[in-house]
């Protein structure tokens, strides 16, 4: 199977773009606010906590109640609320309000795993990376692309069948066509775009 193939046909039919690389902190701060959140409401708090926190030293000095109440939509708001708090604080402490674009210190951030921080690296700093959120480790395995049981083998695997050209591009096709075809239940395989180069499909 050619991932290349796959890639290419995806691209077709989900142009990039969708998620354009933005200020790395404000990335960072909505992708932890996007655990187990719908992207929807992700985005209506994220709007509503920048319209008010613009910046590392902004937030790290609000109330934690008050960001509570502006991020309430999203799941688990009262534990996310200090933990992105605590984030702000090191980050205007540690960097002076600029956030390192390097693994190593985004996974030192409270609450901030490979995911998250590969997220940070791709859409904040446009780099090269792949972040494996569920959508990207489920579908990456029903592709055949990898047999993992886990995110995190998921992305050592990636990262040794696809070019790192397609890297920063992955997670964005993976997860657009998760959300609209190749659903954990019942996927679309009938109208599925690559459906001729997927082992798992049943046109």
């Not at 708090?45 to 309430?72: C, H, M, N, Q, W």
């Not at 070019?163 to 395989?189: A, M, T």
Request: charge should be positive; charged fraction near 30%; hydrophobic fraction near 40%.
């Amino acid at each position: 199977m050619s991932v290349d193939a796959i890639i290419a046909c995806l691209k077709k039919h989900y142009p990039p773009g969708k998620f354009k690389s933005n200020d790395p902190f404000r990335v960072l701060i909505a992708t932890v606010l996007s655990q187990r959140t719908r992207d929807e409401v992700t985005d209506r708090a994220t709007k509503k906590l920048f319209a008010k926190y613009e910046t590392p030293a902004a937030l790290a000095s609000a109330d934690v109640g008050d960001v509570e109440e502006l991020i309430r939509e999203v799941g688990f708001y009262r534990v996310k609320a200090p933990r992105i708090k605590e984030i702000a604080q090191r980050i205007h402490n540690e960097f002076k309000g600029k956030l390192p674009g390097e693994m190593d210190i985004l996974i030192s951030l409270p609450g901030v795993g490979r995911k998250t921080a590969n997220c940070v690296l791709v859409y904040g700093f446009g780099k090269d990376a792949i972040a494996v959120d569920t959508h990207v480790h489920r579908i990456s395995n029903r592709l055949g692309l990898v047999a993992t049981r886990t995110p995190e083998e998921t992305e050592i695997k990636l990262r040794e069948v696809l070019p790192i050209k397609h890297w920063r591009y992955i997670n964005e096709l993976l997860v657009r066509f998760g959300q609209d075809i190749c659903r954990p239940v019942s996927p679309k395989c009938g109208i599925c775009p690559i459906i001729v180069l997927c082992p798992s499909g049943k046109p």
